[in-house]
């Protein structure tokens, strides 16, 4: 059963006209796992895919933008749970913060069961899919993440800056899915990547591809794609696009 990468959205903080906030799904023959919820997820995942095969949810912070449309796809599975036969599943997330924690698991645990992520989880899903954690340098506690089978290796920064223990979580992975929240001329903001940085990061992890993600909505792509010129040739990038 090998791995099968597919996109839902592209944006960090705030939804765009054409994209909700960053997402993605990992399948194979056995169902899906959607990695974040944030605005906008819920419907382009109605768009692309059923709820029957959606076997788990992972979300890697405890940040609106990527968790809100839980709330809205409660109330399907809550409706639909009865008339389709739609199985309860879970939803893997940090503890904390402890009031947005609560908050989900007081209005949400009749529907989803909840299970807290750290650095020592090490899930299974999907039959043979495997992924790990490290702790990422972010405002609240968040988790890069390894998504793996016995064919390939995916890489997920999250949202993160550049540190030393991130390289060495990622290193040899095939595909690295980075964050690329800001260009150089913004303001320096140790809580997130620029492309250069995440395209760099890629590189010094021997990953063969990366694919960028979590753009500021109201920043041409073609910003972000000019800081990454100097990388031509030496490895491929790709946009969430």
């Known amino acids: ?9 592209k944006y960090g903080g705030v939804p765009g006209e054409d994209s909700g906030c960053s997402s993605f799904i990992v399948e194979n023959d056995n169902g899906y796992i959607l990695f974040e919820c ?14 029957s095969e959606l076997k788990a949810i992972i979300i890697s912070h405890l940040h609106f933008d990527h968790f809100n449309d839980l709330l809205t796809l409660y109330y399907q599975y809550k ?5 389709k036969g739609l199985d309860r599943i879970t939803v893997y997330l940090p503890a904390t913060p402890e009031n947005i924690y609560d908050f989900l698991f007081a209005s949400l645990k009749d529907v989803f ?4 992520i750290d650095e020592t989880t090490e899930l299974t899903l999907l039959g043979n899919v495997k992924i790990t954690f490290c702790g990422t340098q972010h405002d609240i506690e968040t988790y890069a993440m390894r998504i793996e089978d016995e064919f390939e ?13 991130l390289l ?4 040899g992975v095939d595909l ?17 990547m620029t492309s250069y940085e995440a395209v760099e990061l ?11 993600t979590h753009f500021w909505y109201e920043l041409p792509l073609r910003k972000y794609k000019a800081e990454v010129e100097v990388f031509e040739g030496l490895i491929t990038i790709k946009w969430n696009n």
């Not at 944030?38 to 709820?51: N, P, W, Y």
């Not at 069961?113 to 807290?116: G, K, S, T």
Request: with cysteine; charged share 20%; hydrophobic share 45%.
């Open 153 to 165: 290796c995916y890489g997920y920064t999250a949202d993160t800056g550049y540190f030393a223990k």
């Open 176 to 192: 690295l899915i980075a964050e690329s929240s800001l260009t150089s001329d913004l303001p320096k903001n140790t809580n997130h």
């Open 202 to 212: 890629a590189i010094r992890c021997k990953a063969q591809v990366v694919i960028l």
């Open 1 to 9: 059963m090998v791995m099968r990468l597919e996109f839902l959205g």
């Open 79 to 83: 409706v639909e749970m009865p008339l």
């Open 113 to 116: 069961n909840f299970a807290i």
């Open 38 to 51: 944030g605005s906008g997820v819920h419907r382009k995942l109605l768009e692309c895919k059923g709820l």
């Open 168 to 171: 060495k979580f990622l290193s």
